[in-house]
């Protein structure tokens, strides 16, 4: 018996799939040659982080039509896109996925190629939903493909976010909790109350779409009946109508995309909301085993490089969850770091802070050439704002300082290799900072999570760049992701 999301205490993992039949099989290798003939995968990934799960897949950190055209013209059965929208109001974010939409669109008819579109999200259900896939459903309408369900799979399979009997679990050192008794669940911007997805739906749209109106893919399905079955359930959906699907397997993920293909082939259009693990199953991947430190040895930069190469990495945090804090605390207890702290009050008065960021870019570029590895934070106090608006206001004028702190540095001198921590943190860090517009996710530095960029071109070309969410790995994951790099581990 599947315990309910109204539990108090932890529930061991065997537990939730005690009663359900063992994973149905579909061959990778079967599944990845017809997902290479199927529609091209568009993933609109609101942060960075969406890319932890996969592996030598292309990723944009804009869509301009050459860069939409270099994308489209890859070897591969699809390609990342990020719009950054979680660090959005959500008028910002629906604007952004509609001029989104619109171009890769627009790239794709140029291509010829039929496509996709993936909302890749959190696996602790935190973003912009429903507003982001309303715009998706929206661009069906209008371009004459209506979309007939939106199928709702947040599982993250390696770091333990399962979705069974319909409630949304997550793995903590004491067992799997409902998502909706985690820090997770009380963000400042994204909170909520519900694990069932179904209520979870129902919450996040205001009443519009109730309980009753949500389909389901449960193991049951996905184990008792199979592609078979679960295409039944997806070929009956019309009108854009959500489904939420169970998944505590990366095989319970294969079963839903052998089925989708099915129904796609069949002429029918869904639009995905979805976590890492459902991207790399409907791109045709496995999981990899992580890189080691010879896999991260790239080519020298793009033309004669001025800049003073160091042999230390940057560190760059900005996730406040607890998780990283005592992530970083770990770090330094392991030593060969020495720290640069941006103070967030300091940041957020504007007599100060331009002084503020200055200072703090000359003591990093300073650091690097030292001993030891430099770890770029922000203040661990978190501010927060009057509501949820407020709050994302302080969170972009925070990323923004860290943005031009890096940015400086990155002009001084070159470092070994970079880490972003965070989000936003990690999306900024690229797009304004190391000017990544194009690169290739080519692996995890740990097992399903933690991905390794090798950008394509300009300042940050021959630099990994490492993309480390704030919500993942365990207390030691960043002494092992750093460790990794240095070639110690």
């Known amino acids: 018996m599947i315990p309910s999301p109204a539990v108090t205490g932890p529930v061991d993992p065997d537990d939730l799939v005690r009663d359900y039949p063992r994973p149905w099989r579909i061959d990778p290798t079967d599944l990845a040659g017809r997902v290479a003939t199927g529609r091209r995968v568009v993933v609109l990934d609101d942060d960075p982080t969406g890319t932890q799960s996969v592996a030598d897949v292309p990723v944009l950190t804009r869509w301009e039509a050459d860069d939409l055209a270099w994308a489209f013209a890859q070897d591969t059965p699809g390609f990342f896109l990020l719009t950054n929208s979680r660090s959005l109001a959500e008028a910002d974010a629906v604007a952004r996925g509609e001029e989104v939409a619109t171009a890769v669109a627009r790239a794709a008819a140029a291509a010829g190629v039929d496509h996709v579109l993936v909302s890749r999200s959190d696996s602790t259900l935190r973003g912009h939903f429903p507003a982001e ?44 909790i409902p998502v909706s008794h985690s820090e997770f669940a009380r963000d400042a911007t994204f909170g909520y109350r519900n694990a069932d997805l179904r209520d979870w739906v129902a919450e996040k749209t205001g009443g519009r779409i109730p309980r009753g109106s949500v ?44 089925a989708l293909l099915v129904a796609e082939a ?34 020298p930069p793009d033309g ?20 990283t804090t005592r992530q970083l605390d770990r770090l330094r207890a392991a030593g060969g ?57 302080i969170a972009r004028t925070v990323s923004a300082a860290m943005v031009d702190v890096v940015a400086e540095v990155a002009a001084r001198v070159r470092p070994a290799w970079v880490v972003a921590k965070g989000g936003i943190t990690s999306s900024d860090t690229a797009t304004g900072a190391l000017g990544i517009a194009r690169a290739w996710a080519r692996g995890t530095l740990l097992p399903g999570i933690v991905s390794v960029w090798e950008p394509v071109a300009g300042p940050a070309r021959g630099v990994p760049y490492v993309v480390f969410a704030g919500n993942v790995g365990d207390d030691d994951g960043l002494v092992a992701a750093v460790s990794t790099l240095r070639g110690t581990r």
Do not use: N
């Open 266 to 299: 069949a002429g029918r259009r869904f639009v995905y909301r979805s976590g890492p693990s459902f991207v790399r199953a409907r791109l045709g991947q496995s999981a990899r085993a992580p890189l080691t430190a010879p896999d991260l040895r790239t080519g």
């Open 304 to 323: 004669a490089d001025v800049r003073t190469p160091v042999p230390h990495g940057l560190v760059v945090v900005g996730s406040h969850v607890g998780l």
């Open 337 to 393: 770091v020495t720290e640069a702290e941006l103070d967030v009050p300091t940041l957020l008065d504007p007599a100060r802070r331009e002084t503020h960021v200055r200072d703090t870019a000359g003591e990093v570029a300073d650091l690097l050439g030292g001993a030891a590895d430099v770890v770029l934070r922000t203040s661990r106090t978190l501010v927060t704002g009057a509501d949820a608006d407020e709050s994302l206001a």
């Open 133 to 176: 896939v309303d715009v998706l459903v929206r661009a069906g309408a209008d371009a004459g493909r209506p979309v007939d369900g939106i199928v709702v799979v947040p599982a993250m399979i390696e770091p333990g976010r399962l979705t069974v009997g319909s409630v949304h679990w997550m793995r903590t050192p004491d067992g799997m």
């Open 215 to 258: 389909a389901t893919v449960t193991l049951a399905d996905l184990r008792g009946g199979g592609p078979d079955r679960v295409a039944e359930i997806l070929s009956g959906l019309t009108q854009a109508q959500p489904v939420v699907v169970d998944a505590a397997t990366d095989d319970d993920l294969r079963v839903l995309v052998d």
